[in-house]
């Protein structure tokens, strides 16, 4: 009798947390959901517009006179919102291009023109004196001259096709199209590979009229458009190269730059198709795989060129002061856990859509919080709103305040809530799976501004629309919930997760919005106006999303973190590298089999240069016990803490001890040496891929030892994550007791 | 004891079988290989490379001087090697143009070019009084004026994509680019749609500079080439569209052409890209959907047009002679047991490769068996070489032919060896799978020219290197045995096997080939020798593959048919189609869930037209278990047949009766009734699809019905298939009880 009432208990309990918000006790839900509501009907799209129009209206990249500018007007904004803000300045390394030479010899000669024209549909365009040109940021000095060869993406299977087709770099500049990794991969395999120099060109089948209209008649690169870009070796580690690991403040030390592990040694330029098309005419060799052909009239070949190419690059390398906004409102009842909530405001140029759309989102947001606290609300926890400087060349703004506060932070920290550019479409989050509950409860709740559905429902849409199978289609349609991604790189949250373990995320809106302005001069207030997100109500979408989600974090009684979630997505990925492990153990093995039996060079045109492969060691089977063993633990470990929780979302006791233990329990996911090679890099189960810059790699030690075949240490990395994620669950546990506590 | 004994001997049979040749006894497979080793050694690659630029040296569609001239110069070949031989004409209607106009009005006029240039590099390309112009064979007349819509490959599945978009071609002429079908399904399913004008044109993509450098620098088409072609609706019946299912004989009764059910509507031309840049880039409307791109530089919309585009046809609706050259050796045993082996002669212009390269190796082939004839060798069969006229406009020589002999054939043609375009490259078979084993034993016997492996390894190592998984990979290597393909259409086989139950096969080389010059002017002895087989060599290897195949179903002591490899091959196909039934229900249950949650219309751009599809049908559960049953069945039968015949492969009597039973049993897998709509395609188990006119469509009846939700008609079609294939299954039985007999 006893035992049916209990589950009875149990099963109310579940029903009024289903039917409330995580983290909220009944009565205090309530309160939040007024108090969102009120808070959405401050949110203007006038705003928005206005202030993407004021951000943008001039260049502002870190160290210009409008990036300052814009710094202090936002700090006065959050001043005159009531916050407490002030300028946090940190001085970073900031090369910009002084001498920016690209031309072919031979007989064909060709100069290029490296700049984007003005155009009279695009209100800003003509700034020329304060726009940035087109370069590759951190881009050493240089003055080559060589052959080219077109090596695709540049990543390192382009460079495993290219030794089949008995064609070295070495000595020569590669060209590599953009796309199929993070632009900076593709300089540092290329110099890897031997070569003396590198140009990226925007093809346009990945960025050009093959995509859609043109700039100005669509929103498209038009030929003369050209990607400017970061090619620090950020998967080394972020920031000021020069003061790795802590604030670049004006007194602290810096190393020379000659030690600086993540800065290139070959010069690099981007340029656009129009600059790109004559160098790719002039390749000779092999005509390029038909993956790597792109858009342009023209037959793609391998090279290498005759003509000899040289490109020559000279840079300042000053030091710029990046300026933070930093704006906070004390907790009532905790005010040393902190909720923390940014964007960065330099742009490469004018930055209308990256990123200011995201940061007049926030500024919006913390608007709304303000007009909030007018009517008497107050949050409970720290809110710390950001705008960060300098993080286009490499996070700087925010990893030298991340590395100068380590201390506080590791121990307040409560969360940190990333946006950037922001556009019409869909919602998109990425971030630490303790958060996905949370998080897929907002998306629910905020209306997709075209639809009249939730921002749920039209994601989940989507995703069934554009799932390839009846059978996947089948299960996201059956989804109940959100699911988030995981975080790689490309934005400030990186120094947050995954230096310092602060769970975190990344969220924004777009599927709608495509276009080729990304870090051109024509990330305009036009293009934004005409193409993005033409009525802001997008950007309004993610006031109310971030907004709630910094409301939530900064008012539940206990907080909003749910391990369930985080278990099975760890879960699956240690499937993925089981799994990974099978696939390369049965694809090396038949891969064996066709180079002893010369199957590759019986395939091939006997007419033309081939290369057959080695033979590669076999897969070892590696141990994978201890790990599945901590996954089955950690199971157990959420299962119960999230019964725990549904029956007594608030204990009478300990709720800060609590609190705090749930917060930090994603610092337990980092080891102190960090990912070989990457010591910055702390957390295990989120890092940007090595060779994939960007992109995330999950259970990023395993994954990759075993992607390179490093058996040796891809055993030592099992060992390492069963440790993080022991000592994960120990916390949890400790979590559970205090919640069994009545 | 006895049955130990009786097993060694099926042991020892097997093994002696498995080490000699399908069909022949140890003795007469001794005779065999020596004489088709001596058969090799006639062969001359300056034979092939003299019939090759002698026979394209002008101009020879069928009607044409010099294609009359070549019918006789092969005829004196033939007889000049001793076979008896004459030229067969049948009295062809056969269209060619008068009046040709597509002009796109507007404010940007543009008038096609539709001619391809001279070049100096190209020494035939200048008999521009001969050649017959850029067309498409069997457009009606025709004037038509209209907004233009681009409908991509113009296949079904475009036109419900077009429907999403809200896009009608009722009243419009389409532009479809050539590829995803053969070319006779364009203007067929755009008139079914409404349209009444079809333009179609020859992307860069699939066929221009994005494959490689273009001719005369490469092999590929340059922007003024295109694709002549016939677009008579051949899935209905190939031949003479006035004389169906009977030979178009001088004095044969013509129907009406109007009543002609396979002659199209509305007008169509091919083009070239130079001719429909313009076109494309007048079009409006929404960005075509990313795969219908191609690689013109620009952006693909769908449309419409504003600018109206003119297309003004009128051809000479004349009768030309058709001259099929007949070669008879007559058989020494089984003078009525017919081994045909064909190639068409007549080309659209020149035609070097297409279809000369594949005459040429025939040519050698029957030269050499009368080099062989010379030393005493003779076949037991009646072997009948043919080179047919007209298989360009729609397999007009061989269907004539195949249908003014029906009576004849169905009692005598063991079966049928066709060959057409022949390039340098790997084998590749299509047939009949009672052929299937035979062909792999020929395929281990004859060396690849370039590699020194047999052109089976050669094949299998670039299956394999292709295959896109390890696991498909792995399974290809472990093959021991060629399979090969079925039978659509597109050459002369489609008469004698759709439509008469001959066995048949299509062999060829090719793959390393590629090129532009298909059906142009370019298509040219300068163009074969240098990019096709510039050593002719892939010429005698196509002599030695089909003159083993000759030599072998000439020779055999009983005809090499096997049908363990048939049984397994439908079986495959049964699993197919029950398969597709299961993808189709999963499908359709959830597409109607997508419909219904309106999950199509939220993933939708608002602000972009778009018409969510209706609910479908339910897919109902149809009985395949008398189908199931039927090829459960052929398997014991097909097995015990193995069995035997590995003991006995010939038995003392019944000899003849045995083989006439073998190879008529291809005629049990005949319907009388012929598929739905196209009573003159008999074949239950192989036709060409009524939507992918050359791309064969297996067990067509039921694959078909069930593609178009036709329930009732799959399950009638099942039935039908049951029934042909328990005739089969008799047929094999009674070959069985004859073996048996000792």
Same mark, same amino acid.
């Given at each position: 009798?006893?035992?049916?009432?209990?589950?009875?208990?149990?099963?109310?309990?579940?029903?009024?947390?289903?039917?409330?918000?995580?983290?909220?006790?009944?009565?205090?839900?309530?309160?939040?959901?007024?108090?969102?509501?009120?808070?959405?009907?401050?949110?203007?799209?006038?705003?928005?517009?206005?202030?993407?129009?004021?951000?943008?209206?001039?260049?502002?990249?870190?160290?210009?006179?409008?990036?300052?500018?814009?710094?202090?007007?936002?700090?006065?904004?959050?001043?005159?919102?009531?916050?407490?803000?002030?300028?946090?300045?940190?001085?970073?390394?900031?090369?910009?291009?002084?001498?920016?030479?690209?031309?072919?010899?031979?007989?064909?000669?060709?100069?290029?023109?490296?700049?984007?024209?003005?155009?009279?549909?695009?209100?800003?365009?003509?700034?020329?004196?304060?726009?940035?040109?087109?370069?590759?940021?951190?881009?050493?000095?240089?003055?080559?001259?060589?052959?080219?060869?077109?090596?695709?993406?540049?990543?390192?299977?382009?460079?495993?096709?290219?030794?089949?087709?008995?064609?070295?770099?070495?000595?020569?500049?590669?060209?590599?199209?953009?796309?199929?990794?993070?632009?900076?991969?593709?300089?540092?395999?290329?110099?890897?590979?031997?070569?003396?120099?590198?140009?990226?060109?925007?093809?346009?089948?990945?960025?050009?009229?093959?995509?859609?209209?043109?700039?100005?008649?669509?929103?498209?690169?038009?030929?003369?458009?050209?990607?400017?870009?970061?090619?620090?070796?950020?998967?080394?580690?972020?920031?000021?190269?020069?003061?790795?690991?802590?604030?670049?403040?004006?007194?602290?030390?810096?190393?020379?730059?000659?030690?600086?592990?993540?800065?290139?040694?070959?010069?690099?330029?981007?340029?656009?198709?129009?600059?790109?098309?004559?160098?790719?005419?002039?390749?000779?060799?092999?005509?390029?795989?038909?993956?790597?052909?792109?858009?342009?009239?023209?037959?793609?070949?391998?090279?290498?060129?005759?003509?000899?190419?040289?490109?020559?690059?000279?840079?300042?390398?000053?030091?710029?002061?990046?300026?933070?906004?930093?704006?906070?409102?004390?907790?009532?009842?905790?005010?040393?856990?902190?909720?923390?909530?940014?964007?960065?405001?330099?742009?490469?140029?004018?930055?209308?859509?990256?990123?200011?759309?995201?940061?007049?989102?926030?500024?919006?947001?913390?608007?709304?919080?303000?007009?909030?606290?007018?009517?008497?609300?107050?949050?409970?926890?720290?809110?710390?709103?950001?705008?960060?400087?300098?993080?286009?060349?490499?996070?700087?703004?925010?990893?030298?305040?991340?590395?100068?506060?380590?201390?506080?932070?590791?121990?307040?920290?409560?969360?940190?809530?990333?946006?950037?550019?922001?556009?019409?479409?869909?919602?998109?989050?990425?971030?630490?799976?303790?958060?996905?509950?949370?998080?897929?409860?907002?998306?629910?709740?905020?209306?997709?501004?075209?639809?009249?559905?939730?921002?749920?429902?039209?994601?989940?849409?989507?995703?069934?629309?554009?799932?390839?199978?009846?059978?996947?289609?089948?299960?996201?349609?059956?989804?109940?919930?959100?699911?988030?991604?995981?975080?790689?790189?490309?934005?400030?949250?990186?120094?947050?997760?995954?230096?310092?373990?602060?769970?975190?995320?990344?969220?924004?809106?777009?599927?709608?919005?495509?276009?080729?302005?990304?870090?051109?001069?024509?990330? $305009?207030?036009?293009? =934004?106006?005409?193409? +993005? @997100? !033409?009525?802001?109500? &997008?950007?309004?979408?993610? #006031? %109310?999303? *971030?907004?709630?989600?910094?409301?939530?974090?900064?008012?539940?009684?206990?907080?909003?973190?749910?391990?369930?979630?985080?278990?099975?997505?760890?879960?699956?990925?240690?499937?993925?590298?089981?799994?990974?492990?099978?696939?390369?153990?049965?694809?090396?093995?038949?891969?064996?089999?066709?180079? $002893?039996?010369?199957? =590759?060079?019986?395939? +091939? @045109? !006997?007419?033309?240069? &081939?290369?057959?492969?080695? #033979? %590669?060691? *076999?897969?070892?089977?590696?141990?994978?016990?201890?790990?599945?063993?901590?996954?089955?633990?950690?199971?157990?470990?959420?299962?119960?803490?999230?019964?725990?929780?549904?029956?007594?979302?608030?204990?009478?006791?300990?709720?800060?001890?609590?609190?705090?233990?749930?917060?930090?329990?994603?610092?337990?996911?980092?080891?102190?040496?960090?990912?070989?090679?990457?010591?910055?890099?702390?957390?295990?189960?989120? #890092?940007?891929?090595?060779?994939?810059?960007?992109?995330?790699?999950?259970?990023?030690?395993?994954?990759?030892?075993?992607?390179?075949?490093?058996?040796?240490?891809?055993?030592?990395?099992?060992?390492?994550?069963?440790?993080?994620?022991?000592?994960?669950?120990?916390?949890?546990?400790?979590?559970?007791?205090?919640?069994?506590?009545?």
């Amino acid at each position: 009798m006893k035992h049916i009432l209990l589950s009875a208990l149990f099963f109310l309990a579940h029903l009024s947390y289903s039917q409330s918000i995580l983290g909220f006790q009944p009565q205090s839900a309530q309160e939040q959901k007024l108090a969102e509501q009120k808070f959405d009907s401050y949110l203007t799209t006038r705003n928005i517009d206005d202030w993407i129009k004021h951000l943008s209206a001039r260049p502002h990249h870190v160290g210009s006179p409008y990036g300052k500018a814009n710094a202090e007007f936002m700090r006065d904004l959050f001043k005159s919102w009531g916050y407490d803000a002030e300028i946090e300045t940190y001085y970073v390394l900031f090369p910009t291009p002084k001498i920016r030479l690209l031309e072919l010899q031979g007989s064909s000669p060709y100069k290029a023109r490296l700049e984007e024209p003005v155009l009279k549909e695009d209100g800003t365009s003509n700034q020329k004196s304060e726009q940035l040109p087109v370069y590759n940021c951190w881009s050493p000095d240089g003055d080559v001259t060589g052959e080219l060869v077109f090596v695709n993406y540049g990543v390192p299977d382009d460079y495993l096709q290219l030794e089949r087709m008995g064609i070295d770099v070495k000595g020569k500049i590669v060209i590599a199209k953009y796309g199929g990794s993070w632009r900076g991969i593709k300089p540092k395999v290329a110099q890897e590979h031997g070569a003396i120099g590198c140009i990226i060109y925007s093809d346009p089948q990945g960025d050009g009229y093959f995509q859609g209209d043109v700039y100005p008649k669509g929103a498209f690169k038009n030929q003369y458009g050209a990607q400017r870009g970061s090619v620090l070796d950020m998967p080394i580690y972020p920031g000021d190269p020069l003061t790795p690991n802590y604030g670049s403040t004006k007194e602290a030390k810096r190393i020379d730059r000659k030690d600086a592990t993540n800065l290139l040694k070959i010069p690099v330029i981007p340029i656009s198709y129009s600059d790109a098309q004559p160098l790719l005419q002039a390749l000779g060799g092999p005509v390029a795989p038909e993956k790597w052909r792109g858009a342009l009239p023209i037959t793609y070949h391998v090279g290498p060129s005759t003509a000899k190419v040289r490109l020559k690059l000279e840079f300042n390398w000053d030091t710029k002061p990046a300026h933070n906004v930093i704006a906070k409102v004390r907790g009532t009842q905790f005010q040393d856990e902190w909720i923390i909530r940014g964007n960065h405001h330099d742009a490469w140029v004018n930055g209308a859509n990256d990123p200011v759309s995201g940061m007049a989102a926030l500024l919006e947001e913390a608007r709304g919080l303000s007009e909030l606290m007018k009517t008497g609300w107050r949050p409970k926890r720290t809110i710390i709103y950001c705008a960060w400087d300098a993080e286009e060349p490499s996070l700087m703004g925010s990893t030298e305040w991340v590395e100068d506060h380590w201390d506080e932070l590791a121990d307040k920290a409560v969360a940190y809530i990333n946006s950037d550019s922001n556009g019409r479409g869909f919602l998109d989050v990425d971030g630490s799976h303790t958060l996905e509950t949370m998080m897929a409860e907002i998306a629910k709740e905020v209306m997709d501004p075209q639809t009249g559905v939730n921002v749920f429902e039209r994601r989940k849409s989507a995703d069934a629309a554009g799932a390839a199978s009846a059978k996947s289609k089948k299960e996201i349609l059956a989804k109940k919930n959100m699911s988030i991604g995981a975080l790689g790189s490309g934005s400030d949250y990186s120094p947050f997760i995954q230096h310092l373990g602060i769970a975190s995320l990344n969220i924004g809106f777009g599927g709608e919005d495509a276009g080729g302005e990304y870090h051109s001069i024509y990330d $305009s207030y036009d293009h =934004y106006k005409r193409f +993005k @997100d !033409p009525k802001f109500e &997008y950007g309004v979408a993610l #006031a %109310k999303t *971030a907004g709630r989600t910094t409301m939530r974090l900064a008012n539940a009684d206990v907080l909003p973190f749910d391990f369930k979630a985080f278990q099975k997505t760890v879960g699956t990925y240690l499937n993925e590298v089981t799994a990974l492990l099978e696939t390369m153990r049965e694809s090396t093995e038949v891969e064996n089999q066709m180079i $002893s039996e010369k199957r =590759y060079v019986l395939a +091939k @045109d !006997p007419t033309e240069k &081939y290369v057959p492969p080695a #033979a %590669k060691e *076999a897969v070892p089977f590696l141990n994978f016990s201890s790990l599945q063993n901590a996954v089955a633990n950690l199971e157990k470990t959420a299962a119960t803490f999230a019964d725990l929780y549904a029956a007594n979302p608030k204990p009478n006791t300990n709720v800060a001890n609590l609190n705090k233990l749930l917060y930090q329990s994603e610092r337990k996911l980092l080891t102190e040496a960090g990912l070989p090679r990457r010591s910055w890099y702390k957390h295990t189960i989120y #890092a940007p891929g090595f060779y994939t810059g960007y992109g995330v790699k999950t259970l990023p030690g395993i994954r990759e030892a075993i992607e390179q075949r490093n058996w040796k240490e891809a055993q030592e990395q099992i060992d390492i994550v069963t440790n993080t994620l022991t000592k994960f669950s120990i916390q949890v546990d400790m979590v559970n007791k205090i919640l069994m506590m009545r």
